[in-house]
T-cell receptor, first 114, second 117 residues
Framework: DGGITQSPKYLFRKEGQNVTLSCEQNLNHDAMYWYRQDPGQGLRLIYYSQIVNDFQKGDIAEGYSVSREKKESFPLTVTSAQKNPTAFYLC?????????????FGPGTRLTVL | AQKITQTQPGMFVQEKEAVTLDCTYDTSDPSYGLFWYKQPSSGEMIFLIYQGSYDQQNATEGRYSLNFQKARKSANLVISASQLGDSAMYFCAMREGPMRGNNRLAFGKGNQVVVIP
């Protein structure tokens, strides 16, 4: 089945540690996105990538980093510089950057900093 | 400034009744797209319906319809014949500006819907 997978589902991190969240899609989509969701809030864009080897900062990129070495994969690293990383992280992809297409979302990773 | 505004408090709706979720948006760009997503308690975001700024007719997808009032910058979602499985958070989102090279979405804070039997 085609879709987006995120792993792990739950992640616990100690303060001061970097952690990487995985996002893989087999939909052959060009564009991929990372969002953060805090309780009772909407989604905020962290980073996005429209093609391989290229990505742009979203609205809240500070303390995060990404790479896009393969079309299928868009991992997100939450660095120790991110002051309040506890949140729900959603990865998404969309088919074509030149037309309006809905974004398809993965199941999310819930990150908790201990 | 907030681009998408969803201000309704949590809503209870009787099963089989219709419910309208409000969404207003703010943009000066003539080209934009509006999306509605559903987020059940599992957390995954599910696409429901899309309306382009140049579309002449209101979008419909099964039990979902979008009441698009361009002059009022309003894109309300109507769910007809509510089902228990419709209980979820609902998010309105907008893509603004030319589509080429830009498909970022700005999300509202969501509307909570609880369907009661």
């Amino acid at each position: 089945d085609g879709g987006i997978t995120q792993s792990p589902k739950y992640l616990f991190r100690k303060e001061g540690q970097n952690v990487t969240l995985s996002c893989e899609q087999n939909l052959n989509h060009d564009a991929m996105y990372w969002y953060r969701q805090d309780p009772g809030q909407g989604l905020r864009l962290i980073y996005y990538s429209q093609i391989v080897n290229d990505f742009q900062k979203g609205d809240i990129a500070e303390g995060y980093s990404v790479s896009r070495e393969k079309k299928e994969s868009f991992p997100l690293t939450v660095t120790s510089a991110q002051k309040n990383p506890t949140a729900f992280y959603l990865c998404a992809s969309s088919r074509d950057r030149t037309v309006d297409n809905e974004q398809f979302f993965g199941p999310g990773t819930r990150l908790t900093v201990l | 400034a907030q681009k998408i505004t969803q201000t309704q408090p949590g809503m209870f709706v009787q099963e089989k009744e219709a419910v309208t979720l409000d969404c207003t948006y703010d943009t000066s760009d003539p080209s934009y797209g509006l999306f509605w997503y559903k987020q059940p308690s599992s957390g995954e975001m599910i696409f429901l319906i899309y309306q382009g700024s140049y579309d002449q007719q209101n979008a419909t997808e099964g039990r979902y319809s979008l009441n698009f009032q361009k002059a009022r910058k309003s894109a309300n979602l109507v769910i007809s014949a509510s089902q228990l499985g419709d209980s979820a958070m609902y998010f309105c989102a907008m893509r603004e500006g030319p589509m080429r090279g830009n498909n970022r979405l700005a999300f509202g804070k969501g509307n909570q819907v609880v369907v009661i039997p």
